[in-house]
């Protein structure tokens, strides 16, 4: 059947009371603020209430939980008991929006449901299914367990609806999904939601869904006109320095998206480090923790939030301003639902894309589905960001002149009394320092220059030709000057999160000199090493010595020498008064979140006084005789007798091999009852 797409300006026009909804439900959407249907629902509702099986393809955020929630009400309201509608979610966090989305619906309606997901108690899940209730929201895995263990029955199931189909699909849930499907009465009504419409999502739509009708809010599945998407080239190394100038030039809050759960942690840490509240919520995390993380979220005590791909599903904040692909998607489909997390309930929405050198290619295939709706844009200036963060404190300013300020004001005229008593205007700019300083807000003159690193080539610096340069400069000393200004001076920040393994591998660590010039050099005798009981089993890398090393020591990471790594150990060369300063007074460093103990390294044995000047060791043939300077005499005096030209030398001629000469003299002989030990012919 051909797909439907809706008339934009007719679905606008519609509105909730011609559905013939029930009063209470009326009476709950006009609480909610829901006054128009939205073009998914506005198309999807009339076909649901009629019972025909519906295949909706639609962006995320575009009203898909109403256009199925509201029918499915309407349709379980006069049953009995037993389970009668059931909504398949992909994630944990999307089946408890949806299930707090239908209970909101049902507003004065005595319908009970229940919420199945893995990481919660089977204990009231068992309770509610054995009261019988009505609704069922849940998560593939979780559905056939109960299904396995016999507490879930759908003998009796009017509706299911497929909710993220997609989303499941990629997921890897797609056997259980089938499985659950199975198990539904024929007469079954089923609607499925999606953003895209992979191959597997139709040809499960066709084995499961008597004469769907087929609905397209877009004419394009990569359809998302409403999000101003962008993108910015940045090296690895400085991806980073990006994100905070973007984060704090950010008026809202805004998700950013990594491609790990390792990753995920690395980059709320760092950004903790410089300032920025920020939380992680990846699968690592359990289910109380990712509920903590999205509520801070929902009642804006977090403007930003680092989450994974799977973490994120079920997010659906309204003041979400933006969203940044810190790690490039896996392919159009990933990266169009991670956009959709903004732009929400028909507002408009940002996105922006880091784009490492290495990604061009795989950004390219990117930009041909969308059709080049990504823009290239620039990082923010530290005078753009001071701009920003001033309109953000003087709109505060106003709005709070809108309110009850009596009681400043008497206080102020308080303050004004006396001969010495400072003017209304030195209040003022006191006042506003101290909210600038608690807002973190840059009141002065800010650079108006790109960092180094994002200048286009024609505004950089032209170097003199080679000769003309300072020696240091042209044998590798400070190569461009600042390394400071590479990172951004403010708002950029110079540590790079502190970390070296995930955050670019580098430090912002000053001018690179050579050693000799201003630093010593890592195996002169101003370096000592240090020791580290960790390694790579417990999954340290150099990177992460390095980061813990220079946040801890407040040092450049050209002050670090070389880096032994073990499976158990680690050996770092430091300069000796930062090492003594480590060992004595600090004792222990922070590596991956947890305090690792340093000690001082014992002398290894290359380094050992009676070892590091001793002539090199030569051949010795006898256990405890005299060095000699070269190989032993062979036998028959001082001399050697001459080799035959025509063969191998006898035995005896030569150095002896291996079970000969000093140690034994003369090989075993075979011993016999040992078949596996054969004589050489």
Known sequence: MEPETPNAADASATTFDSFGFDPRVLSALDKLGFKEATP????????????????ARARTGSGKTAAF?????????????????????????????????????????????????????????????????????????????????????????????????????????????EKILAATPETRQVALFSATMPKEIRRIAEKYTDEPHVIEVESEGHAVDHIKQGFIKVPQRFKPDALTRLLRAADGAALVFARTRVGCQQIADGLNKRGIAAEPLHGDLNQSARERVIGKLRDESVDVVIATDVAARGIDVQHLSMVINYDLAENTEVYVHRIGRTGRAGKTGRAITLVEPRERRKFSFLQRDLKGALVEEA?????????????????????????????????????????????????AAAAISVCANDRNTYLGEANTDLPRWARPPDRRPERPPREQRPRHDRDGGDRGGDRGDRGG???????????????????????????????PHPRSGDFVEVFLPVGREGGVRAGDLVGALCNELDIPGSSIGKISLFDRKSFVGLPKDVAQHLVRDLGS?????????????????QDRPQFRDAPPRRYDDRRDGPRRDGPPPRPGGDGAPPRRSDGPPRRGEGPPRRGEGARFSKPKPHRKGMPWKKKRD
């Open 40 to 55: 998914i629902q506005a198309a999807a509702i009339p076909l649901l209430l009629t019972g025909r099986d519906v295949i």
């Open 69 to 177: 929630g509201l029918p499915m009400l309407e349709r379980v309201r006069d049953t009995g008991k037993g389970v009668r509608a059931l909504v398949m979610a992909p994630t944990r966090e999307l089946a408890v929006q949806v299930a707090e989305a239908i209970k909101t619906f049902a507003v004065g309606q005595n319908l009970g449901g229940v919420t199945l997901y893995g990481g919660s108690a089977y204990g009231p899940q068992f309770a509610a299914l054995k009261r019988g209730v009505p609704i069922v929201v849940g998560t593939p895995g979780r559905l056939i367990d109960h299904l396995d263990k016999g507490s879930l029955d759908l003998s009796e199931l009017e509706i299911v609806v497929l909710d993220e189909a997609d989303e499941m699909l990629r997921m890897g849930f797609i056997d259980d999904v």
């Open 589 to 605: 460093i922070e590596i991956r979140g947890r305090q690792v103990p340093v000690s001082a390294a014992r002398p290894r044995m």
């Open 489 to 519: 001076d403010r708002f950029g920040g110079g540590d790079r999160f502190g970390g070296g393994d995930r955050f670019g591998g580098q430090q912002d660590r000053g001018p690179r000199n050579h050693p000799g010039r201003g630093q």
């Open 379 to 427: 990082v923010p200036s530290d005078a753009e960001i001071a701009a920003g963060q001033r309109t953000v404190l003087k709109d505060l300013l106003l709005a709070r002149l809108e309110k009850n300020t009596d009681y400043a004001r008497k206080w102020i005229a308080e303050l004004t009394e006396g001969e010495d008593a400072p003017t209304l205007e030195d209040i």
